[in-house]
């Protein structure tokens, strides 16, 4: 056999043999490979091999995964001490999916969506502009235990109602879309919200954005699906079932009613944002019924929410 042949047929054979096996390459360089990925499928290669495993809980992975800002941000937080005990990078990334933190002297919460590592905000009551809120007669700071802020917001009777919550773009994921939610729940006697719609809206201010109606009455929603029949009484304009028809097959919510969420809340979308790349200027997030005059009460605010929307 010639020996160039040879020599070519020994590299093929070596290339066969070893730069086929992923064991021949560096931790670090598979390190490196997983830190490009996502934190989902980073967890997912994981399960190659034990090479991948340890190069899967390597810091230089979560790192990556972690927002840029992340020390800045958890530096604010109560629990801060807590967080830089954690011994990896990928268990603060976890920590922070889990479980809501509270930064900004108790103002806002902060967490991460687990599959992507995106950015997730809640503004207290306290962070909103609530007109007439420091107004006891119209509406009172209770304490809740089902609520992760300290105080929540109240409302007792009001026929101007307007809330708005204000948001640096900059503080939020980029190339993201994002959503905005009111986060409440209806107290026992809740009156005036049943059929009177109210006007929510998300967009940067100074610049337009869409308004839609929404409801924040829970059983609304009820009410359209079955078509049940309401008598006005009483001093607020309240109502009361006095009968029903035949159901009818329930149709899409389409987000105008509320939906109940896994923490005891209900929550209702204002919106939709999508925050580019290098966005810069406020987001602000609105819910007012201003325009029929009528009292209304007997909710409690505990914030709203913004996310990144899925699928």
């Given at each position: ?197 109210v006007e929510v809206g998300v967009g940067l201010v100074g610049s337009e954005n869409g308004k839609r109606n ?98």
């Amino acid at each position: 056999m010639p020996p160039q042949k040879h020599a070519s047929q020994t590299a093929r054979k070596s290339l066969g043999e070893e730069g086929m096996s992923l064991n021949v390459l560096p931790e670090g360089c598979i390190a490196n490979v997983l830190a490009f990925t996502g934190p989902r499928d980073a967890c997912r290669l994981s399960i190659v091999s034990s090479l991948f495993k340890s190069a899967e809980e390597s810091d230089a992975v979560w790192e990556r995964f972690l927002p840029r800002d992340y020390q800045s941000i958890i530096f604010t937080s109560d629990s801060y001490v807590l967080l830089a005990s954690l011994s990896s990078k990928k268990q603060l990334y976890l920590r922070l999916c889990e479980k809501p933190i509270i930064i900004d002297d108790g103002k806002k919460s902060f967490s991460l969506v687990k599959k992507s590592g995106k950015k997730c905000y809640m503004l207290s009551a306290r962070d909103l502009m609530i007109v007439w809120g420091d107004t006891p007669t119209y509406w009172r700071w209770n304490s809740d235990s089902s609520s992760r802020f300290g105080e929540v917001a109240e409302l007792i009777g009001v026929c101007w109602l307007e809330i708005r919550g204000k948001i640096n773009a900059t503080m939020l994921s980029p190339a993201t879309l994002y959503a905005a939610y009111l986060v409440f729940k209806p107290k026992e006697g809740v009156y005036g919200l049943d059929y009177q719609p109210v006007e929510v809206g998300v967009g940067l201010v100074g610049s337009e954005n869409g308004k839609r109606n929404v409801y924040l009455d829970s059983q609304r929603g009820r009410a359209h699906r079955y078509h049940l029949v309401r008598r006005r009484i009483g001093l607020h304009n309240r109502s009361r079932i006095v009968g029903m028809q035949e159901p009818v097959p329930a149709s899409e919510n389409n987000g105008q009613h509320p939906k109940e969420r896994g923490d005891g809340w209900l929550e209702i979308e204002l919106g939709e944002f999508f925050c580019k790349e290098g966005e810069d200027g406020e987001l602000e997030m609105s819910v007012q019924e201003v325009k029929s005059g009528d009292w209304k009460g007997g909710l409690t605010v505990e914030g709203i929410e913004i996310r990144p929307k899925e699928g």
